[in-house]
């Protein structure tokens, strides 16, 4: 923390930088090892102001959470397909089946 900043002023830049990873669909791990890499905030402070948000902000935190788990739902069953049509592709290959 900058010695110019008040503390209420350094929980204010952290709350903006959490609202930076919710922008990019990030966990809370995620933003608590985004912001400690980048701008050198320890962790445990970083859970504290996310734990904060949430509470004052239930709702959104909980639409939030949901957002996230059917994202990597989706991605999951995306890369699952993929993962299908690859083995099928390559498997079409090996016997000499063209479309």
């Excluded at 110019?4 to 903006?16: D, G, N």
Aim: charged share 35%; hydrophobic share 30%.
């Amino acid at each position: 923390m900058a010695d110019s900043s008040s503390p209420r002023e350094y929980i204010h830049l952290i709350q903006h930088l959490i609202e930076e990873c919710i922008l990019f669909h990030m966990s809370k791990e995620e933003c608590m090892e985004a912001l400690f890499k980048h701008a050198n905030i320890k962790p445990v402070i970083t859970a504290t102001v996310w734990k904060e948000l949430e509470k004052e902000n239930k709702e959104f935190f909980q639409a939030y959470t949901k957002d996230r788990e059917e994202r990597a739902s989706e991605t999951e069953t995306r890369q699952r397909i993929q993962k299908k049509m690859l083995s099928h592709s390559s498997a079409a290959k090996d016997t000499g089946e063209d479309d």
